[in-house]
């Protein structure tokens, strides 16, 4: 019996990675939709700014749910795709309605450090099995989130 999945890697470790991966593609998702509806709902004197940078978060967010979504499946696992799932496993909560452009960056700023955490052990676990796909993923995704965290937080100051 073949202990490794198509790509060379063990599949009994593949399966917690892919539990992760799961985990993270849930929050993601929960994110994404947060997002969404700070995009939809921001008001006030910041809103032609962070309704833009709400665009370009939610379709970052996007590509990275199809990312991670793929990667699982190339770990030979199957993705989660419900949103009752979702909620119930998510870290990241579901926000209310919420118009006020500090509150949102505040609710994106807050499901970063969920994410940006979640990723960290993903990259750690990765590392070692000899997942240099799923590594390189997580390692890129900290890299460019943790700037952000950054510009989002420098618009929050005072």
């Not at 073949?2 to 790509?7: M, S």
């Not at 593609?25 to 994404?32: G, K, Q, T």
């Not at 921001?42 to 809103?47: D, I, S, T, Y």
């Not at 960290?120 to 240099?132: K, M, Q």
Request: hydrophobic share 35%.
């Amino acid at each position: 019996m073949d202990r490794t999945n198509a790509i060379g890697l063990d599949k009994a470790k593949t399966e917690e990675l892919a539990k992760g991966l799961n985990d993270l593609l849930a929050n993601y998702s929960v994110f994404y939709q947060n997002t969404r509806g700070y995009h939809w709902n921001v008001k006030g004197e910041q809103f032609f700014v962070l309704h833009e940078k709400f665009e370009e978060l939610y379709n970052d967010q996007k590509l990275k749910i199809d990312e991670i979504a793929e990667r699982i499946l190339t770990l030979g696992h199957t993705p989660e795709h419900n949103y009752t799932k979702y909620v119930k496993v998510s870290q990241v909560k579901e926000s209310g309605k919420v118009s006020d452009g500090n509150a949102c960056v505040e609710g994106i700023l807050a499901a970063f450090k969920i994410i940006i955490s979640m990723q960290r052990a993903l990259l750690d676990l990765s590392g070692e099995i000899g997942d240099e796909g799923t590594n390189s993923l997580m390692s890129d995704y900290i890299t460019e989130q943790e700037k952000l965290v950054w510009m989002y937080a420098a618009h929050q100051s005072k």
